[in-house]
């Protein structure tokens, strides 16, 4: 059948049980989803949007044909492509043998944001049940027999689909680690360096450069290195876990995933003005400024995200910040994934000081903001191997911070 129903369930403010927000109706081979708010949840005197940008509160269903049918909060929720890997696995089928709506229902408690979507009104809560930080052998194990195909125990599946769908394709699961949830980053097998170790690095020195990153730790398991980033869409409460709402900035300006072209960090910034304090905007500048002087590459509008309560729209800690790797003797002009100025994606600094103004900024202080992160990044090589990156990843990161 191409067309099916679901229950949107919601985690408003303060409460660890989900309630029915409406019905979203999914027509897979027109690729339309449409949802429609239920007349006992908009009656609610808490009642949050599902979606804060595409789904205001209202009574008529409103339709969506972007990222194959789903609304963008819905679609940051879904499982990213580690976690369809999971699944499918788990079902003994490829991912491409799947629906859109199969993952959107097989997904469980752990995923981000303050979603859930379930077969019925009256399906039961998922159970929230990480593995524990102990247990990180055994999943680094498994994560890897997944990637290689070869078959994993339903037992060891169970605890790899605690999983997230903030990451991409990269291995990973949800773990439980003093009263917090974390993600474990693990390595994956085609890495020619130490990416978590890496990405660890790179994601303290965009602490020191006035960029917010969540709590972090890294931690070896055998002669593995596994980064552990704090979940900043959980809270543990007494009676449980807070959930707070997610969208990526793709979902927060309602663009296709396919449409690259309409990638801007200014237009962001423009959206920001309406929904995020000020201070966010001149960090979304920074972060900008950060990526083209580390080689971040993969900064498309996914990697970035927004939080939301129902008090406003707020920028969250970054997360997923990497040097592109880049050979010896390679150009060294490169671009971002989004447009930064007047050159589009051209990923210079004049180029990211050509529309300051966008971002609230003078000319004079995008300049100092530009001077702060240049000096800061200029000391990458110390700060790396104070990290624990051996003198052997330094050299072979050099191409990438030019």
């Not at 679901?6 to 989803?33: K, Q």
């Not at 978590?196 to 790179?202: N, V």
């Not at 900024?361 to 000096?375: F, I, P, T």
Request: charged content about 25%; proline content about 7%; some cysteine.
């Amino acid at each position: 059948m191409a067309e099916k129903n679901i229950t949107v369930f919601i985690y408003l403010p303060g409460e660890t049980m989900a309630v029915p927000a409406g019905i979203f109706t999914h027509d897979s081979n027109a690729g339309v989803g449409s949802f429609a708010y239920g007349r006992k949840y908009r009656e609610r005197p808490n009642a949050l949007p599902v979606d804060p940008v595409a789904l205001p509160i209202g009574p008529e269903p409103l339709p969506v044909s972007v990222n194959h049918g789903l609304y963008g909060a819905f679609r940051d929720a879904a499982p990213d492509y580690w976690g369809r890997l999971v699944i499918a696995a788990g079902k003994k089928m490829p991912p491409e043998a799947l629906a859109e709506m199969d993952f959107l229902v097989s997904a469980n408690a752990t995923r981000v944001g303050n979603l859930d979507f379930r077969e019925t009104p009256n399906s039961p809560e998922p159970e929230l049940e990480p593995p524990h930080f102990n247990r990180l052998a055994e999943l680094l194990d498994a994560a890897a027999k997944i990637e290689t195909g070869e078959e994993v125990s339903q037992h060891l599946l169970r605890l790899l689909r605690q999983g997230t769908s903030v990451g991409g394709a990269r291995p990973k699961c949800t773990v439980e680690w003093e009263d917090a949830l974390w993600i474990a980053k693990f390595p994956a097998k085609d890495d020619t360096l130490n990416i978590p170790r890496i990405e660890y690095a790179a994601m303290t020195l965009a602490a020191k450069c006035g960029i917010r990153v969540p709590a972090m730790r890294l931690q070896s398991v055998g002669d593995k290195d596994v980064l552990l980033v704090r979940r900043f869409d959980r809270e543990m409460a007494e009676s449980g876990w807070l959930r707070t709402g997610f969208l990526s900035s793709l979902s927060l300006m309602q663009w296709d995933e396919m449409d690259r072209l309409a990638w801007d960090y200014g237009a962001i910034a423009d959206i920001m003005r309406r929904h995020a304090p000020v201070e966010d905007i001149r960090e979304w500048f920074r972060r900008m400024l950060f990526n083209i002087l580390v080689r971040n590459t993969d900064d498309h509008p996914r990697n970035h995200g927004f939080l939301f309560d129902g008090s406003g729209i707020i920028l969250s800690p970054a997360y997923d910040i990497v040097p592109s790797i880049t050979r010896p003797g390679v150009g060294t002009d490169f671009s971002l994934a989004m447009s930064i100025g007047d050159r589009g994606r051209e990923a210079t600094l004049e180029n990211a000081l050509s529309r300051a103004a966008r971002f609230g900024l003078s000319k004079d202080g995008a300049k100092e903001d530009v001077k702060r992160l240049v000096r800061v990044v200029r000391g990458w090589r110390e700060h790396f191997a104070s990290m624990g990156c051996p003198d052997s990843e330094i050299r072979a990161l050099e191409p990438s911070f030019g």
